[in-house]
């Protein structure tokens, strides 16, 4: 079993950074893919980013390609978002997933076992 506790989410102004972490307990997580997610009020959660265990393959969702960068650090047990550029659309609450996998990182949330309780992004125009 893999606990998944995200960090860093708050207000910001639209133009600015934050950087969300993905901490992960109960098991080596360096052998899990990972996802971000992310739900906007009344719509359905989407896909934002992923990253394989490896940490060689990622993979964005058009709407944040350019914009945010995803990455790992097994050592510390955490996988990070960071969030450059945001806009007003970005706001939602983010959520970090984790699979086993030694393969490519899926982009959709069945693909996942394992979720965190999500923070929330604010953005402000």
């Known amino acids: 079993q893999v606990q998944l506790v995200e960090s860093g989410g708050g207000l910001v102004q639209a133009g600015g950074s934050l950087r969300l972490s993905c901490a992960a307990s109960?098991?080596?997580?360096?052998?899990?893919?990972m996802g971000w997610f992310r739900q906007a009020p009344g719509k359905e959660r989407e896909f934002v980013a992923a990253?394989?265990?490896?940490?060689?393959?990622?993979y964005y969702a058009d709407s944040v390609k350019g914009r945010f960068t995803i990455s790992r650090d097994n050592a510390k047990n955490t996988r990070y978002l960071q969030m450059n550029s945001l806009k007003p659309e970005d706001t939602a609450v983010y959520y970090c997933?984790?699979?086993?996998?030694?393969?490519?990182?899926?982009?959709?949330?069945?693909?996942?076992?394992?979720w965190g309780q999500g923070t929330q992004v604010t953005v402000s125009s």
């Open positions: 109960g098991r080596t997580f360096s052998r899990y893919a």
């Open positions: 990253i394989s265990w490896s940490g060689s393959i990622t």
């Open positions: 997933a984790a699979v086993p996998s030694y393969g490519r990182p899926g982009v959709k949330q069945s693909d996942y076992d394992y």
